[in-house]
C-alpha cells in the first residue's frame, strides 16, 4: 500500500512538473524585473546605476502623466468589467436556457468566431468601421448627421476593451447559469413571479459566482491590456501596459519600465485580493469559499 501511495505520488509531481516549471520561470522573471526597477538608468552611459534606489518609484509619483495612466488604467479596467458583464450575462442565459438547437448554435459561433481573428485584426476591423468615412458614419450620414469622432479617445478603448472581453465573460459565466436547475425559475413562476422578478431574486444571485470569476478575469485582462489602447486610443489614451513598453523600447530606461511592471503587478494583486475578500473567488475558486 505504502509503494502504490508512493507511485501515485510520483506520478502526481511529474504529471505537474511542466506547470511548476513555467510558473518557476514567470516568478524569476518578476524577481528581476523587481531588483532591475531599483536601478536608476545612467544618461552618460545608457547603463544601469550599480546602486539601489526608490528613484523610479518615485519619479513614478510626481510625475503627473503617470499618474493620470493609472487612473485611466483602473477606470477603464473598471467600466470594461461594468459593461461586459451587462452584455455577457443576458447572451450566456440565451444561449444556456433557449430550447431551439439553432439559436444554440449561432450564439456559440457568434461566441467562438472572435478567437479565430485575433484581437489585432479585430482593433483594425473597429478602425475601418469606426473611422470618419467607415460604416458607422457613411450610416449616420444617410439620416443627415454629421461624421462623429469615434476613434482616438478614451470611449473608444473602452469599446474595443469590451469587445474584446465579451467571450471571455459568456464562457465564465454559461457553466455557472447552467448549474442552476430550471426548476427553480419554474417553482417561482408557479408561485406567481414574473420572469424579471425570478431572474432577479434567484438566477441573479445563483449567478454570482460565474459573475465574480468573469469580473475578475475581464478585469485583470483589461488592466494589464496593451493592443486596444494602443490602436483605438491612437497613442492619446495609454494604459500602463503602454507606458511600459514605451520605457522598455523608446526610451530604453528598463529600470523605469521595470517600476511601472511592477506598479501594474501590485495594482492587479491588490484589486485582486480585495475582490476575493468581500465577494469571494467565485468560479476561479475551485469548490471553495463563494
Keep these: 500500500a505504502s509503494s502504490a501511495y508512493s507511485n501515485s505520488s510520483t506520478t502526481g509531481w511529474v504529471l505537474i512538473a511542466p506547470a511548476l516549471i513555467l510558473v518557476g520561470i ?24 550599480a546602486d539601489y534606489t526608490l528613484a523610479n518609484y518615485q519619479k513614478i509619483l510626481d510625475t503627473p502623466i503617470y499618474l493620470r495612466i493609472v487612473w485611466r488604467s483602473l477606470a477603464g479596467a473598471g467600466l470594461t468589467v461594468v459593461f461586459t458583464l451587462l452584455l455577457a450575462l443576458p447572451f450566456a442565459y440565451v444561449m444556456v436556457r433557449t430550447p431551439r438547437a439553432w439559436v444554440r448554435k449561432a450564439l456559440l459561433i457568434a461566441l467562438f468566431l472572435p478567437f479565430f481573428i485575433g484581437q489585432v485584426v479585430r482593433a483594425y476591423g473597429m478602425l475601418i468601421v469606426m473611422g470618419s468615412s467607415g460604416a458607422i458614419n457613411k450610416g449616420l450620414g444617410l439620416v443627415g448627421i454629421e461624421p462623429v469622432r469615434l476613434l482616438f479617445n478614451f470611449p473608444a478603448v473602452v469599446f474595443g476593451l469590451v469587445q474584446y472581453m465579451l467571450p471571455f465573460a ?12 430550471r426548476e427553480t425559475e419554474t417553482a417561482a413562476s408557479n ?12 438566477v441573479l444571485p445563483m449567478a454570482r459566482p460565474g459573475l465574480v470569476g468573469a469580473g475578475l478575469v475581464v478585469g485583470t485582462l483589461a488592466l494589464t491590456d ?10 492619446s489614451q495609454d494604459f ?42 467565485g468560479t476561479l475558486g475551485m469548490g471553495g469559499r463563494k
Design 240 to 281: 500602463i501596459a503602454n507606458a511600459i513598453y514605451d520605457q522598455f523600447f523608446r526610451t530604453s530606461d528598463q529600470g523605469l519600465g521595470a517600476a511601472l511592471a511592477v506598479l501594474l503587478v501590485a495594482l492587479g494583486s491588490v484589486l485582486v485580493g480585495v475582490v476575493i475578500a468581500f465577494f469571494g473567488a
Design 26 to 49: 514567470l516568478v524569476l522573471g518578476l524577481i528581476q524585473i523587481a531588483e532591475s526597477s531599483l536601478h536608476v538608468l545612467d544618461r552618460s552611459t545608457f547603463l544601469p546605476g
Design 191 to 202: 408561485l406567481g413571479a414574473n420572469w424579471w422578478r425570478s431572474f432577479w431574486h434567484i
Design 170 to 181: 459568456v464562457l465564465m459565466l454559461a457553466p455557472a447559469l447552467t448549474a442552476i436547475p
Design 226 to 235: 496593451f493592443a486596444m489602447p494602443a490602436m483605438l486610443g491612437g497613442g
